[in-house]
């Protein structure tokens, strides 16, 4: 007992800080949020510069007909929202975050890399492709290996059933084939589909490679599409 009463005030003082700092927990809890302004700010030179690569000059008016000094980054959530599966809802802003990431770090447009998932496994998380593709983006798990180191992201650890992980290494990869094909949109968007011999293949017969790349510019346009009637409603909302 009178061990107790000796060191009453350090076990009073250990549950005070414990409290404070349980307290302290909660309230950093509490102020994590899903909201649009907490995502990264959106390089908009990167992605203009990307897009207009993309996209034949006489499509570039229609195309960038939107407000491009509007913060993007509540489209893009609201994009990924009503693309996931129900069961999924839960990582949209995990998606969008991720895309947005390495968007800027590849000086990519974000919409680019969600029209490639839309086109590649329309969202779902757990898609697999014949050849043995997996998740998002759809890598190969040899791909995912060779591009690993260039990710940053250890061999041993990769998950491509992990929204982030699998967006980081297709991006990444995304990214070599931009390089090797000197920037020509339709071809290292093909390379991704069919891999860089074939379409070095294509080329050495006088043929560019259109199939694949055409449904992800038509997938691209259709989200600055969707983008352009989000700003528009808004817009006409404003005014009543």
Known sequence: MNYLKRYKYHVLAIAVLAALLLAGAKTKIANVTDAPAELPRIQ????????????????????????????????ILSLVKASLPQANQDKAYEIARAVIIEAN?????????????????????????????????????????????????????????????NIRLGATYFAQLRKSFNNKGTRYVSAYNMGSANVRRLLASKIEPYIYSGKVLTNYKDMYGRIEKAQTARDVASVK
């Open 105 to 165: 770090h590849h000086g990519m447009d974000p919409l680019f890399l969600l029209a490639v998932i839309q086109t590649e496994s329309q969202f779902n998380l757990k898609a697999r492709g014949r050849h043995g593709e997996i998740g998002l983006m759809q890598i190969l798990p040899e791909t995912a290996k060779w591009v690993a180191p260039q990710a940053g992201v250890d061999s041993g650890e990769i998950n491509l059933e992990n929204p982030s992980m």
């Open 44 to 75: 908009s030179n990167g992605q203009l510069e990307h897009a207009l690569e993309l996209f034949p000059r006489r499509e570039q008016a229609a195309l960038f007909s939107i407000d491009a000094s509007d913060d993007q980054r509540p489209y």
